[in-house]
């Protein structure tokens, strides 16, 4: 098989060749760091596969795959390769195109590779047109959020909350500045945070990952977590395997498996 991989990140590009390159079954293996690179490698060579990225400057992973779709002759089949997480990919999972969730393993990428050899030129095509929706969707997200409290409806950047609190039958919603006690499940709050980075570390906590600054691993299997400004929360040991969502690449850890 002949594969592109195409990705703004070095280090997502070299995890990706070292995957695809290690597999007897390929006879070409090429890479470009943008989709404008990757689109001039495919007016000049024929590929059987394109490893996306979905998010890279100037021109996504969707809207090349878009130009693809219009032009006329064969196109590759495409797995898009996202750091979305597993709740907001989930509409289109189902779906012929296939994806890999960053950070991957080896054998999500093989098992996509061997998924996507299979189809034939008429599938690829008709599959890249039922899944460009979906992500773009995705992609155009609102920025914010909106919360009822005390009889206003505010609109607040999740980039701003560091931390939701279960209290109850409530929810504390922590900002850097100011807090808001809203009537919500924590699990509830999960489900609708997840997308903006949150992850659930305690049955009563969610954090905000971009704030998240060390993790220390204790003898017992937990862990404790330590939040921009030094504040600490313990992760139990029934959502550690939510840690591996922090970082898109993990360098000489462990991966926080679910036992």
Do not use: C
Not at 3 to 25: N, T
Not at 63 to 84: C, M, Q, W, Y
Not at 107 to 128: P, W
Not at 158 to 184: C, K, T
Request: overall charge positive.
């Amino acid at each position: 098989m002949r594969v592109l991989i195409v990705d703004d990140e070095p280090l997502s590009r070299k995890a990706l060749a070292d995957v695809v390159g290690s597999r007897k079954d390929v006879e070409i293996l090429e890479w470009a760091g943008d989709a404008f690179e990757a689109l001039e490698m495919l007016d000049k060579n024929a590929y059987d596969i394109l490893l996306l990225d979905i998010r890279m400057p100037e021109l996504s992973g969707i809207e090349l795959a878009d130009r693809l779709n219009k032009r006329r002759g064969s196109i590759p089949s495409i797995v898009f390769v996202t750091a979305h997480d597993q709740h907001a990919v989930a509409a289109f999972e189902k779906r012929a195109v296939d994806y890999v969730l960053k950070p991957f393993s080896a054998e999500r990428i093989h098992d996509a590779l061997s998924v996507a050899i299979r189809r034939t030129e008429s599938e690829r095509a008709a599959q890249v047109i039922k899944v460009l929706p979906q992500l773009e969707t995705l992609l155009s997200k609102p920025a914010k959020i909106a919360i009822k409290t005390k009889g206003r409806i505010l609109f607040v950047d999740p980039a701003d909350v560091v931390i939701v609190e279960a209290q109850g039958n409530y929810v504390l919603l922590q900002r850097q500045s100011g807090s808001y006690l809203l009537r919500e499940s924590i699990s509830t709050m999960a489900g609708k945070l997840k997308p903006y980075g949150f992850i659930r570390i305690h049955r009563s906590v969610l954090v905000n990952s971009s704030f998240v600054e060390e993790i220390q691993p204790w003898a017992t299997g937990e862990y404790a977590l330590r939040i921009r400004g030094g504040k600490e929360y313990t992760v139990s040991r029934t959502y550690k395997s939510n840690l591996k969502s922090i970082a898109r690449f993990w360098i000489g850890t462990e991966s926080f498996a679910s036992e």
